[in-house]
Every structure is written in structure tokens, then in C-alpha cells.
């Protein structure tokens, strides 16, 4: 089905055209149009029109409205204070335009062809290390921009770029090849608690004979240069680190309700192969300057504390590679052989000047340009509820797989409380505890603005008031349990009655859905869907309180178009939170 007309581009529309027939030389105007408290929306354009006409702006407003022709849309226009226009749009309208997004699956959000294809950076987790707080940010924002652009006609390549090459392996192997039987577990091959067992313990004893045995310190660092060369015996040691840490990562992301594929993780090794070719280009371009034996690139605005400028260093002195080569390395691959016309980098604010570094260098060699841009979505820190970094009582980083069961036995709490009520069983009850404590997590992520730093308090995640993802499933819950009480009366659109304003508000703001994740797409912002389904939730619950669906029983043609509204707030509600990685469950 082609994607519907809003009222909002509708109205647009309508004014931009008398716009420009009231004031000709003008050419084509901004009518300025937004929702508005006194009406349904305020059209504030003509104000900075009359004054570059120098005309009185209300004489133009009064033009503007004898210009605009009758339609079915715009019901009533007034002139208020010094010429601005509030608009009211028509019942028959707002019902017909709802309609017609109800009979599309995808809720009549538009789908972009040729939008191009991005190609995104998240979920950045190491090898033979545990995922902590830290990681749970990139994870979920990442996911979310990815259901959320696939959703709008963007084509998406996931990359999961985990830590999988350094020095610390030389470590790492040694050891193994030393104490063969280290990383062997008893948990079968989906056992994440088990692999990371192993790591965790192999890690900790190679650290300590590393730092206490000078021979052992030796032969590491010998088994790095192997490493780096390609010995069979030492890569088949390290692919092992690799796919026991795998097993761990899934299972971590399984628990977050996030899918990973292996084809999409692809680490700092996937580009050891273009790390020299990729300084070659770099010095012969004259992109990158070799500084105290070091292959530099050097910018006017980047400057340390001693007024010198410090370089983004692609290659060391000691012929050793950078993190900055690695990244360059992807940039190639992604534009060249993935054919990217956006990067985006879902990564941490404290890295923002390493990747403008790269992005400006990136830049300078041309593989980045005009049609290939990329973007960094920077992100905050998680705090404590003290507003210091998240940390254990002991001092420790908290560790993202103890963090999500905390808030699951905490959902579950929740969930068991309610039960009863609806007659849940064991196993829903269960199954309900993890959707809603995953969900609750996810949601005071992405409800924050990515930018800034987040206070994480799980009494306020699960919390069935305020801006939860709890109060948007129970509200989610609640609508669908009410087509169990409607008896034989279904959904039907009326346009022909007149609405409430508690119908309206709701009609209105569910119309405004397809615009919204436009928005959200292209300024990769998903806190604002987080806000427009919260605003849904409470525009609804207005609705239920102020127009009885069910009792005391409205007449029949009302409940029906009432029905109607619930089942689109409900099929709304469903499909916005399924983009931010979030469950629905029919019963709570």
C-alpha cells in the first residue's frame, strides 16, 4: 500500500500553496506550521513574510486566508495576535486519514527506495574479556538505529568490530600452549557462563606469571610477533580465544534480546591485511608525514596541552599499528567493497576526538566525500544512583550479565504482583519477568537523550508510573484486554461523528507516527520515538478515563469507533517499541 498523507503535510500543503498565491513574489514559503495548545496547530510564517514584504501582518494573514480554498481537511483558520493562524482540523478528517493508515501494515509509514545503504558500528565487546556496564549502551543504541532504519527503506550492514588483536594475546597463548587444558569447561556449546569461566581464569593466571616470570614475559612477546606473522599453530590458539569468547558474547546478547550474527562480526583482525596498504596510500598522498619515525597525521585544531598539535598516529616508530589504522582500514572496506554511503559509529563520547580525527583523515585521502559521510552517535556514561560511574560496592565494574538478571528478578517481582489479577501461569509469568525487565533497561537507555549520561536505577526501570517501558507495556496490555470484554463489537472507523477532545488529542498525535520516525531516522535520535510512545501511553489513558469503550456502553457505532483508536494506539504502541528492541506481551 503507498504511504498516507499526514494531516500535518496535508495542512502544510494547503497554507504553503496560499502562501504563495497571497504573496507571489515571495515565491515558495514556509507557512512555519507546528501543533499548537489553542488549536490543533499554529501556522507562525506569516510574520517573517509581512515583514520582508513590509506588510501589515495581519491584512496578509486575512489574504492568505481568502486564498486558502475549501477542503475537507481544514475545518476552521483564526487570526490570532499579531498574525498568527490557528488552524482546527476536521473530525471526518483525522478519522478518514487513521483509517487509512490502519489498513496498511506498516501503519503508513513510507517506505524510502534507494535511501542508500549505512553500514553500522555497535556492540564493540573483546575477546577474553567480560562485557560490563559499559558495553550495554552501544548494544542497545545500535540495535535500535538498525530495526529503526531498516524499518524506513534504509538498507543496513552490521559490524560488529570487537577487540580481538594486541598484544595481550601473545599473553594469552603462550600461557594456553603452556597449560593446555585451561580453557577447557563442561558446558556444551551455548554455555556462555562456562566460556567465560575459563577465559576469565586463564586470563587472571597468565596476568600474573606475565607480570612475575621475566622468561615467560619473554616468550610472550615472542608469540606476538608469531601472531603477527601468521604462525598456523599460534592463529589456531587464538581462533580458539575467539570462538570461546563468541559463545559468551551470544549468550550476553541473547539475554539482552538481541540478535548477532557471526557473519557481522568482523574485529580489528578482519583488517590486518590492509594495514600496510593502507599507510602506503596514506604517505603517498601526503594524507599522513612521517614524524620521530612515526607515520602521523597532523590537524590545525587539534592541540595538547602544551600548544603543539597532536597527531592521529597511524603507525608507530616501532613499525607497529595503531588503532587508528585499523579504523581507516574499515572506513576502506566499508566504502569500497560494502559500498556504504553512511558510517555510523556507535561509540562512546570519550572517543569523539580519536574518530573526528579519523573521519577529517578519512576525509583527506577521499574516502570519505559529498556521498559518503560518516557520523559518530557518541554516547553518555552509565551512572550510579550517587551520579558516579556504575560501579560494584567493592569498587568493580558491574557486569552486564548480573545487571540484566538483577533487573529480570526485579521485572519478575513485579509481574508475580499483578498475576493473580489476570491469571497468569508460571511459565508466563516467567517469560513476561524477562521481557519487561530486558525492556525496562533498554528503555531508560534509549528514553535518554544518547549524548548525555544516564543515572541507572532499576526501582524506577520496573516502575509501573512515569516513563517506563512497564507503564507503556501494561498500557499495551490493557488495550488488548479490552477486545476481550467487547463482546461481538469490532473495530470500525466512523468519520462521520463527532470526537471528543480526548479522541482528538489521541487521533491526532497517532497520525504524527510515520513523520516522527522519519525524523528519528535521519537524525539518529531514537529518545524521541521513546517519547512520542510515552506521550501515546498518557495521551490514551486520557482517553480511556474521559470515553468509555466498553462500560458504561457507548452507542454502537461510538464504541466501534472507539474500538477502533484502541486498536491502532495498541498496533502503534506494538510496532514502536518492537523498533526500540522491545516486547509487547499481550497479558501483564
Request: aromatic residues 8%; hydrophobic residues 40%; contains cysteine.
Amino acid at each position: 500500500m503507498a504511504s498516507v498523507t499526514s494531516l500535518t503535510a496535508s495542512v502544510h500543503q494547503r497554507l504553503a500553496d496560499a502562501l504563495s498565491a497571497a504573496l507571489p513574489e515571495a515565491g515558495a514559503a514556509d507557512p512555519l506550521l507546528r501543533r499548537s495548545d489553542r488549536a490543533d496547530f499554529q501556522a507562525n510564517g506569516i510574520l517573517a513574510l509581512a515583514k520582508k514584504a513590509k506588510a501589515n501582518p495581519r491584512e496578509l494573514a486575512a489574504t492568505v486566508l481568502d486564498a486558502l480554498p475549501a477542503n475537507d481537511v481544514i475545518k476552521d483558520v483564526e487570526v490570532s495576535g499579531p498574525g498568527f493562524l490557528n488552524i482546527t482540523i476536521a473530525d471526518k478528517a483525522i478519522i478518514e486519514t487513521l483509517a487509512a493508515r490502519a489498513a496498511d501494515d506498516r501503519l503508513g509509514v513510507p517506505l524510502q527506495e534507494d535511501a542508500g545503504t549505512t553500514v553500522i558500528d555497535y556492540a564493540q565487546p573483546n575477546v577474553a574479556k567480560e562485557m560490563h556496564v559499559g558495553h550495554l549502551r552501544s548494544a542497545v543504541i545500535g540495535a535500535a538505529m538498525v530495526e529503526i532504519l531498516e524499518f524506513t527503506g534504509e538498507k543496513v550492514v552490521r559490524r560488529h568490530h570487537i577487540g580481538d588483536w594486541g598484544t595481550q594475546f601473545g599473553m594469552l597463548i603462550q600461557y594456553l600452549l603452556e597449560h593446555p587444558h585451561e580453557l577447557d569447561h563442561e558446558g556444551g556449546k551455548e554455555d556462555g557462563e562456562a566460556a567465560m569461566s575459563s577465559l576469565n581464569r586463564l586470563y587472571k593466571a597468565s596476568r600474573a606469571l606475565f607480570d612475575s616470570d621475566e622468561e615467560f614475559k619473554a616468550r610472550s612477546r615472542d608469540r606476538v610477533v608469531a601472531l603477527q606473522a601468521g604462525d598456523a599453530e599460534t592463529l589456531a590458539l587464538w581462533q580458539r580465544f575467539v570462538d570461546e569468547s563468541k559463545i559468551y558474547f551470544y549468550s550476553v546478547f541473547n539475554k539482552l534480546d538481541m540478535q548477532i550474527d557471526d557473519p557481522d562480526v568482523v574485529g580489528e583482525s578482519g583488517y590486518n591485511d590492509m594495514l600496510e596498504e593502507t599507510c602506503r596510500i596514506l604517505e603517498d598522498s601526503g594524507v599522513a608525514v612521517r614524524s620521530e619515525g612515526a607515520l602521523c597525521v597532523f590537524f590545525d585544531d587539534v592541540l595538547g596541552p602544551d600548544g603543539n598539535k597532536v597527531p592521529l598516529i597511524v603507525k608507530k616508530s616501532n613499525g607497529g599499528y595503531g588503532y587508528a589504522a585499523t579504523d581507516l582500514s574499515a572506513i576502506r572496506d566499508r566504502v569500497q567493497n560494502l559500498k556504504a554511503s553512511t558510517l555510523l559509529y556507535v561509540v562512546d563520547a570519550r572517543q569523539s576526538l580519536h574518530f573526528k580525527m579519523v573521519f577529517e583523515t578519512a576525509r583527506r585521502a577521499g574516502w570519505l566525500n559529498e556521498d559518503v559521510k560518516a557520523h559518530q552517535l557518541a554516547f553518555g556514561t552509565v551512572l550510579g544512583k550517587d551520579g558516579k560511574p556504575f560501579k560494584t560496592r567493592e569498587g568493580e565494574t558491574v557486569r552486564l550479565v548480573d545487571l540484566l538478571d538483577e533487573a529480570i528478578d526485579r521485572a519478575t517481582a513485579v509481574v508475580r504482583e499483578k498475576a493473580e489479577k489476570v491469571g497468569l501461569a508460571e511459565e508466563e509469568i516467567v517469560e513476561n519477568g524477562t521481557y519487561v525487565g530486558i525492556g525496562a533497561v533498554k528503555y531508560a537507555d534509549l528514553s535518554t537523550s544518547a549524548v548525555r549520561d544516564y543515572k541507572f536505577d532499576l526501582d524506577q526501570m520496573v516502575s509501573l508510573n512515569g516513563d517506563t517501558s512497564v507503564y507503556l507495556q501494561y498500557a499495551y496490555a490493557r488495550i488488548r484486554s479490552i477486545f476481550g470484554k467487547a463482546g461481538d463489537r469490532r473495530p470500525v472507523a466512523h468519520p462521520e461523528l463527532e470526537l471528543a477532545p480526548a479522541e482528538r488529542a489521541l487521533g491526532l498525535h497517532l497520525d504524527q507516527f510515520g513523520e516522527m520516525l522519519a525524523e528519528v531516522a535521519s537524525s539518529y535520535e531514537p529518545h524521541k520515538l521513546a517519547a512520542y510512545l510515552y506521550q501515546l501511553a498518557s495521551l490514551y489513558t486520557t482517553f480511556y478515563d474521559q470515553c468509555p469503550v466498553v462500560k458504561p456502553a457507548p452507542a454502537p457505532e461510538v464504541a466501534e469507533n472507539r474500538l477502533f483508536l484502541c486498536d491502532l494506539t495498541a498496533r502503534t504502541l506494538h510496532q514502536g517499541m518492537a523498533l526500540l528492541g522491545i516486547r509487547t506481551p499481550e497479558r501483564l
